[in-house]
């Protein structure tokens, strides 16, 4: 049996998928109308890491209109950072995560670096915030992530490439995939300053011509 697997990028905020992605005329919430961006892109794609950064913009993070901006199927994971605690609170933090419990598939930490927050090792924090959410937490200090140049296993890989070269990126695909268990859901996340959603979309063919 082939395994499911999930694409997506880091964030759906990206000024270069204007015009090329996005329509000229989505509204994008900062004149106060809804914000139509994440349901654009879940239309396309079915899992997303939420940057550490988007819990510090202007405007307020409202996780319960998250959840009904995309398909029942689609898949957040929270990327974790002790620079979120720069812009609000621990417990707010928690209590917007709750609110996306349904669709949350894991907590992430991408940085290698485990700073402390309040006295308390940032790794013990985030163990805890997730044993208390009921996920994974997956990166330094937990459970592996598969990177390009550090292909240990796991199912979610974590891959900076901009997909200009799709024989490249199948022949990574077939590594990582190659890697997990059978049968298992697995997850590829792109992130790249120049990935373009279009590359993201023809990878996402290549995956359905491999049979996934």
Same mark, same amino acid.
């Given at each position: 049996?082939?395994?499911?697997? $999930?694409?997506?990028? %880091?964030g759906? $905020? #990206?000024? $270069? ?6 329509p ?8 106060g ?7 654009? %892109? ?17 405007k307020? !993070?409202?996780? /319960? ?5 995309? #398909? ?8 974790? #950072? ?12 928690v209590? +917007? ?11 992430? !930490?991408?940085?290698s670096? !485990?700073?402390?927050?309040? /006295? ?6 985030? /163990?805890? !915030?997730?044993?208390?959410?009921g996920?994974?937490?997956s +990166?330094? +200090? ?19 490439d ?18 997990? +268990? /059978? ?8 992130? $790249? ?18 049979? %996934?």
């Amino acid at each position: 049996m082939k395994k499911s697997i $999930h694409l997506g990028a %880091y964030g759906w $905020h #990206h000024e $270069h998928w204007f015009s090329t992605f996005y329509p000229d005329d989505i509204p994008t919430g900062e004149t106060g109308e809804e914000d139509w961006l994440l349901t654009y %892109y879940s239309n396309a794609f079915d899992t997303v890491i939420v940057p550490a950064d988007y819990w510090c913009t202007d405007k307020k !993070v409202d996780c /319960e209109n998250w959840l009904d901006d995309v #398909h029942a199927d689609f898949q957040f994971l929270v990327e974790c #950072h002790a620079r979120i605690f720069d812009c609000l609170s621990m417990s707010d933090w928690v209590d +917007g995560l709750k609110k996306l419990r349904p669709q949350l598939g894991a907590l992430v !930490v991408l940085k290698s670096e !485990v700073p402390s927050v309040d /006295e308390v090792s940032f790794s013990d924090l985030i /163990e805890s !915030v997730a044993n208390t959410l009921g996920v994974d937490v997956s +990166g330094a +200090g937990f459970d592996e992530i598969w990177r390009q140049d550090d292909p240990r296993p796991s199912c979610l890989a974590y891959i900076e490439d901009d997909l200009s070269d799709m024989r490249s990126a199948r022949t990574v695909a077939e590594k990582f995939i190659d890697s997990t +268990g /059978e049968g298992d859901t697995a997850t590829m996340i792109f992130d $790249h300053p120049e990935l373009q959603a279009a590359g993201l979309l023809k990878f996402r063919s290549v995956l359905e011509i491999m049979g %996934y």
